[in-house]
């Protein structure tokens, strides 16, 4: 007679619980909010092939706007046409591993299933890596950026150069004069993301009288899209939510000021690949009086850019004072 036993389990165990892992830590993730497939218009494209065929990089190719004149009536086009100027964007992808340990003492006397909590740890520490990874790189060497207030540099942010509906609407200029896509989903108007630092969004909405009003007025309700969901509100076609994830960092000025670096985001601004979804190894140790659950995950992001230069991200500096200093 035979008998099946853990060890004839085991494989199938990591696949599961890898797949509940990832489901979860997208779920939980702030970004995935704003991801979609290649065409979809979202901000961020999911990028998966890698899953199924060895690789380290996955290419987005990516067509230069034409910029000749054309012709009119009846001059002649053959020998006036314009060649088609090809780029692509390039995503590496990187190994990220993490692990728990308990022993058996630990598992026998704690009213935890320390199996289960093991997992549901390793699934946050993924959404997080996840998400950290992402916002990182979306303000990483940006190529346009808009300064809040009489501010034009990064080391010349006061603490009066806060957030405002005017530097608002100057990163959606800039972002428009880069003929930057505006995301659309379906049913819905073109907008532009913007995500901002919740110290930036305290000085919006407690400074801004024209933000006040704008929300009390004009703020479109009774949207089922999830990408409208946690807003802050919209003002000049730009969505707004804040996020602690985006960067605040001191700045040089005298005396030195917090900066919150926001991030407007266009349609395809970003690629996510995966080069592997996230696994789990589960392991014991010391005659099975310890036991180990590892994951790793291969996985990248990179800004989209055309002749090294973003396509669809406008950062906007301003000050981002902690209001409980």
Not at 71 to 77: E, K, Q, S
Not at 213 to 236: C, H, K, T, V, Y
Not at 260 to 270: D, I, P, Q, S
Request: with cysteine; aromatic share 8%.
């Amino acid at each position: 007679m035979a008998t099946t036993t853990k060890t004839d389990v085991s494989r199938a165990i990591p696949t599961v619980y890898g797949r509940r892992i990832l489901n979860e830590a997208r779920k939980t993730t702030f970004l995935n909010r704003f991801t979609g497939l290649e065409g979809s218009g979202m901000p961020i494209i999911a990028k998966e092939e890698l899953t199924k065929e060895p690789g380290d990089t996955i290419r987005i190719t990516t067509v230069k706007n034409l910029t000749g004149a054309g012709v009119t009536n009846d001059d002649t086009l053959e020998g006036n046409e314009e060649k088609l100027v090809i780029d692509d964007v390039e995503v590496t992808i990187t190994q990220y591993r993490h692990a728990v340990r308990y022993n058996k003492t630990a598992r026998q006397q704690s009213i935890l299933q320390m199996a289960e909590a093991s997992v549901d740890g390793l699934s946050y520490w993924t959404s997080q890596k996840l998400e950290s990874l992402g916002f990182t790189e979306l303000v990483n060497s940006p190529d346009h950026i808009i300064y809040g207030g009489d501010a034009t540099t990064l080391n010349g942010i006061d603490a009066t150069d806060v957030m405002s509906t005017t530097t608002i609407s100057k990163a959606k200029a800039k972002a428009e004069e880069k003929l930057m896509r505006p995301v659309q989903v379906q049913g819905e108007l073109p907008f532009y993301v913007m995500v901002i630092h919740p110290f930036q969004a305290y000085s919006l909405k407690v400074s801004d009288t024209t933000w006040q009003q704008a929300q009390r007025e004009a703020m479109p309700r009774g949207s089922d899209n999830p990408i409208f969901s946690g807003a802050l509100g919209m003002w000049d076609g730009v969505i707004l939510y804040a996020h602690p994830n985006v960067s605040r960092a001191l700045n040089a000025n005298s005396p030195a000021v917090y900066v919150g670096k926001a991030v407007l985001m266009g349609a395809e601004c970003m690629a996510h690949a995966f080069g592997q979804h996230p696994e789990l190894v589960v392991k014991s140790f010391d005659y099975d009086n310890q036991f180990g659950t590892a994951i790793s995950f291969v996985t990248g992001y990179k800004k989209s850019d055309l002749d090294n230069t973003d396509t669809g991200v406008v950062c906007a500096y301003t000050a981002a004072a902690d209001p409980n200093a």
